[in-house]
């Protein structure tokens, strides 16, 4: 008999296996062929070693004919075993002569009778040859003898310790099924182990026949995926990388790398195999390239994927949004471009959950971290969502829950907390977040490093104290908090808009806050009760700013009930109570507002929010707010005249100027002595600190002088205060050690800088457009001038002046504040009673006709046309 056969494997450099064409329905038909008249060394197993050269001889069999074509013939069969007895011809060469020549086999004794069937004598040529030449099996055996381990001597896990993610070079010896193999691996000691693989990150079906006391099982396509792999793995040359024990800790897991592809891939790819969770963490080069073979599969419907159904996206299910609150560890609320607030689950995310507070007890936990590494990280911040799964209604969530992927740029929320140790992957094969893998490879890091909740170390405890308890209490915080200058704080909650609840984290405690000098309409606190007008919205508008962003504090006084009432900022410059005043949310609480320290700021924004109607004032009666600040027009107004320089430019239209008089000399004089009277004496007396608030002697950065200045606020993290130099108008942050107490006698001097605004005019700040460009033109008009200030009105120690250089003119229409609306850099306004004066109706006249001025030749703030419409009567 005689045929053609691919060699699917070399047993022995005597004995191979053949196998026919593919058949349907199953592998092709195989036969195990003998070479005759040859005899070559035996491979040894795990009772038996190997004779001398047997590997190596197989080998060179192996490597010559695994996967080719070749032709075969069988010459007879032993009645006994079955054992078919022939010839292999390659390209028309006889393979036992080939094997002989190389000196990987001996020449069997050949009966006479067969001597007709074999050229004896080339064999016998042969053989002589190669053992004059010593090739091969007549070389020294000492060299032929290979030390192979079939079983580990040590235990699994100190193996894979050993060689993890080390490539080694290996032979597939065997295969089970389509994901499990017997390979033989070369270790770098030139030794050799047996070792069963499981392939990473994917489960081929499974084929279990011959078990004792186990059912046989093959299921769908199992054969196939099998033979998909025998032709193209089976004895080949390949690279092993080993990536973790199974779980029975006798077999490993790893990838195959094989210079065609990647088997597991393309097993995938073919639907021949399922990628696995439980492993696909592990595999080398990460599960990207799995699972896209997969949704290839999935795509076409082929084999173990014919049934499948693609899920269906709903609508909505991709979005931008704003994060608005951090629920719990897992958990946020969203507001999407329409203003609308969604709630959403991390997908396959579970952070620790939050344990029931007792009173006096310190709760040992990583929610409050979960919590605070979401909320750093995302409140506020514009995210991109992507809806994975709703999860229905439960025991434990009695409403659907959306379920979704949050993304800040590029950057994977999820993925973050489960590196950092802080949430638990949900292991599930329907509902998936989109990065469900990476999910699972985060988790395997944050393990083996001991991250977080993974970490041998017990769990943080928090306990915090509630300094708003009863007054008693809060009455013992009062002068540690006023002391310490700003304080950093956590919006926890907004009550309402004017009252929060908030942390301190460097004190491990909590409080009740209430912003001073302001009044805000209540909200509806409980369901049923009614809220005052634009309550709601003052309480939604401070939500949105605040709610759980740092801030700083700064504790003026405490209210009846343990509550501390100060000032409030967002981002150490927005004042919280004034950005309510401007938004018409709040009004002035005069009693409490004049006791500020930063009472102009919120009079102006109070001020400034009437003009615009906004809000609260958008009801009021015109008539009835101009009877409450009418003047009397039959008498003259008294406007005062001073002589100033400006001494400190905070904006276009906000500055400080020094009055020229005889003061002025005083002050050169005080500040003379000051410096030589610290020139003896600059050091503060230990265990001074300074006060917010304080005159202090302060040493300038600019030019290292002694001034005097007061205390705005202390910086305890970087043991500095800010000051505002009381004679100049210019403030900065500077070190504790260049400031000390001021002695008495410099302190009988009036301060010199006194606040002044451009009056009848609004200049943008410098935050605004247009801004800068005002301050500069602003310091070009005044810099270096001798100037005629007008006084027209005074307001809460700030002047609204009227600048004019008498140099120039005393003309209105020349006075620095025209200058500024005729360049476009401010717009009017006359609703201030004082404006509407007979008076002042000529300087006001003048600056509209600036205005008109700036509006035809589209200069600056009008560049784009008249922005401001017919609203420049209410613009302050």
Known sequence: MSGKATVKSVLSADMVVLSGRPRPGGPP??????????????????????????????????????????MFRVDYTVPSTGREYGAIFLNQENIAHMLVREGWADVREIRASDAENVDVEALYSYKAEAQAAKRGIWADSASGIRKAHYNLEGDAESFLEKYKGKPLQAIIESIRDGSTVRACLTLPNDEYQYLTLMISGIRAPVIRQGVANTDDLVEPFAEEAKFFVESRLLQREVRVILEMVGQNGNNFFGSIQHPAGNIAEALVAQGLAKVADWSITHVTGGPAALRAAERKAQASKIRLWQAHVEKTK????????????IMTGDTVIVRNAKGQERKLRLSNIKAPMRLPQQKGVEIASFDWEAKEFLRKRLIGKNVHVTIDYVKPPSDQFPESTECATIKVGEINVAEQLVLKGLADVIKSRDDRSQYYDQLLVAEVKAKEEGKGKHSAKEPPKYKWSDASENAAKAKQFLPFFQRGGRTQAIVEYVANGSRFKLIIPKENCKMTFVLGGVRCPRAAGRPGEKAEPFGAEALDFVARRCQQREVEIEIESLDKTGGFIGSMWLNKTENVAALLLEEGLASIHSYSADQSKHSGILYSAERAAKQERKNIWANEDPNAVQEEEEVDTSKPIKKEYLDV??????????????????????????????GIHHKNAHSAPENWKPRNGEIVSAKFT????????????????????EVIYVDYGNSETIPLTRVVPLPSQFSSLPQQAQEAVLSYVKVPELKDDFGVEAATRFRDLVGGRQLVGVVEQREHNVMHLTLYDPKVSQDPDRSLNAELVRDGLATVFVKSRYARHPGNQALVSKFQEATALAKRERLNLFEYGDNTADDEDSRY
């Open 29 to 70: 038909a195989t036969r195990t062929l003998g070479l005759n008249y040859i005899q070559a060394p035996k491979l040894g197993n795990k009772d038996r070693a190997d004779e001398p050269f047997a590997f190596a001889a197989r080998n060179y069999l192996r490597k010559l004919l695994v996967g080719k074509e070749v």
């Open 314 to 325: 709903g609508k909505d299910n991709e979005f931008d949004a704003t994060v608005a609150r």
């Open 645 to 674: 320089v400006v001494s400190e430019i905070v904006s276009g239209g906000h500055f400080y100027v020094q009055v020229i008089n005889q003061n002025i000399q005083s002050l050169e004089k005080m500040m003379s002595d000051l």
């Open 702 to 721: 600019e030019d290292n002088q002694w001034y005097r200045a007061k205390i705005i606020r202390s910086v305890p993290e970087s043991k500095s205060v």
